[in-house]
T-cell receptor, first 109, second 117 residues
Framework: RKEVEQDPGPFNVPEGATVAFNCTYSNSASQSFFWYRQDCRKEPKLLMSVYSSGNEDGRFTAQLNRASQYISLLIRDSKLSDSATYLC??????????FGTGTSLTVIP | EAGVAQSPRYKIIEKRQSVAFWCNPISGHATLYWYQQILGQGPKLLIQ????????DSQLPKDRFSAERLKGVDSTLKIQPAKLEDSAVYLC???????????????FGSGTQLSVL
């Protein structure tokens, strides 16, 4: 069983739309959770950490449900520059970081 | 602050040849990781070092892949002999690796794109 499961998409949305990505993880003892963004032919970069209480950074909102082992990312008012692959990442107590397959987003003018 | 440095940026080899990649983590980062990212997939952890010791190499194909971090700073990953299915981007990443590591974050280098022909 994979450590992290994500819907690969692709998601094609118009500018200004709201889009949500979901992710599940298998290890209930996982310690920390993140969303990374990866542009084409670039390395992944940290978008935001995900906290149990939920957290927001501008147009981005991340939520964690430990009971369901479920993580989400909501992007409001999508911009063309949001087009990228979004990777769900889970860190265990041994400091191993496990990545989902990534969800591809294209924002269309 | 300098980021994670990797070289080379690109490498093209024929199958059965050998290849080596180099990584220098962010200064002060104790933990270093090598990931393999095949096109269309997420990064897959190959090996994790804490200083100069191996923490996890459970997904490293040890019959052909080897890695070392002798002085606890920079690291090399080697493939010998390479197979067609090794074509991928090899990403090096580092994190602080402190004892109370709940807020650890991972920082990546720009990767080495390997093509095996």
């Amino acid at each position: 069983r994979k450590e992290v499961e994500q819907d690969p998409g692709p998601f094609n949305v118009p500018e200004g739309a709201t889009v949500a990505f979901n992710c599940t993880y298998s290890n209930s003892a996982s310690q920390s959770f993140f969303w990374y963004r990866q542009d084409c032919r670039k390395e992944p970069k940290l978008l935001m950490s995900v906290y149990s209480s939920g957290n927001e950074d501008g147009r981005f909102t991340a939520q964690l449900n430990r009971a369901s082992q479920y993580i989400s990312l909501l992007i409001r008012d999508s911009k063309l520059s949001d087009s990228a692959t979004y990777l769900c990442v889970v860190k265990n107590t041994g400091n191993q970081f496990y990545f989902g397959t990534g969800t591809s987003l294209t924002v269309i003018p | 602050e300098a980021g994670v440095a990797q070289s080379p940026r690109y490498k093209i080899i024929e199958k059965r040849q050998s290849v080596a990649f180099w990584c220098n983590p962010i200064s002060g980062h104790a933990t270093l990781y090598w990931y393999q990212q095949i096109l269309g997939q997420g990064p897959k952890l190959l090996i994790q070092f804490q200083n100069n010791g191996v923490v996890d190499d459970s997904q490293l194909p040890k019959d052909r892949f080897s890695a070392e971090r002798l002085k606890g700073v920079d690291s090399t990953l080697k493939i010998q002999p390479a197979k067609l299915e090794d074509s991928a981007v090899y990403l090096c990443a580092s994190s602080l690796g402190g004892h109370r590591a709940t807020n650890e974050k991972l920082f990546f280098g720009s990767g080495t794109q390997l093509s095996v022909l």
